[in-house]
């Protein structure tokens, strides 16, 4: 499966992005789904993870209250919606499709991954 990211770019802080993910090659509607994020010289973060239903969602600390994760299995798509952006979100954003049918913080869990969104809050 190939996967997709986008819908990154400028935001002021306090501003809101919405990025997507979409899967090509095959489904990932069977998949757990995170999205991880990047920057120079750090290891990748996870961010927030969705199970293959759409029905359990798990976010870090970071994020929650303000990130949402979500799915859209008949298009073959999550998103992740983001408010309140602060400069501290300023990264490469990661899709990534799980090896279970369920999320996970740890990277080595997934084996498809996507080329990365940048998202930069800045005024």
């Known amino acids: 499966v190939q996967l997709q990211a986008c819908g990154g770019g400028l935001v002021q802080p306090g501003g809101c992005l919405q990025l997507s993910c979409s899967a090509s090659g095959r489904t990932f509607s069977n998949n757990g789904v995170g999205w991880f994020r990047q920057t120079p010289g750090k290891d990748r973060e996870f961010v927030a993870g969705?199970?293959?239903?759409?029905?359990?969602?798990v976010y870090a600390d970071s994020v929650a209250g303000r990130f949402t994760i979500s799915r859209d299995n008949a298009k073959n798509i999550v998103f992740l919606r983001s408010n309140s952006l602060k400069p501290e979100d300023t990264a490469v954003y990661y899709c990534?499709?799980?090896?279970?049918?369920?999320?996970?913080?740890?990277?080595?869990?997934?084996?498809?991954w996507g080329q990365g969104t940048q998202v930069t809050v800045s005024s």
């Open positions: 969705i199970n293959w239903r759409g029905d359990s969602t």
């Open positions: 990534a499709s799980s090896r279970s049918a369920y999320s996970s913080r740890r990277p080595y869990e997934y084996n498809y």
